[in-house]
């Protein structure tokens, strides 16, 4: 349900990339305690023309405050169908 499963799969896959938050919401969904937030962003990054994907993440709730409209994150997006893209905001890769 919070979709992390696909968004583990889409990291191991992924090109890296930066998504701008256009439109953030609450799903109603949360996880020991932490809130499943949706996301539509704009993804760019080097070697690729920007494009719109929307993807949900399990944000911890210390960091809800500081993602808002306009924020830059680190995405991860399936070459193959940029409809897939996943927050990548917690790899220490």
């Not at 949900?56 to 409209?69: E, F, M, N, Q, Y």
Request: without cysteine; proline residues 4%.
């Amino acid at each position: 349900m919070t979709g992390e499963d696909i968004a583990n799969e889409i990291r191991e896959i992924g090109r890296p990339a930066t998504g701008r938050v256009l439109k953030i919401w609450y799903t109603g969904l949360t996880v020991n305690g932490n809130p499943v937030l949706g996301f539509r962003l704009s993804i760019y990054g080097r070697d690729i023309e920007p494009f719109e994907a929307e993807t949900k993440a399990l944000i911890h709730g210390t960091d809800t405050s500081r993602i808002h409209v306009g924020t830059e994150l680190a995405v991860r997006y399936d070459p193959n169908d940029h409809r897939r893209v996943a927050l990548d905001i917690y790899d220490d890769r």
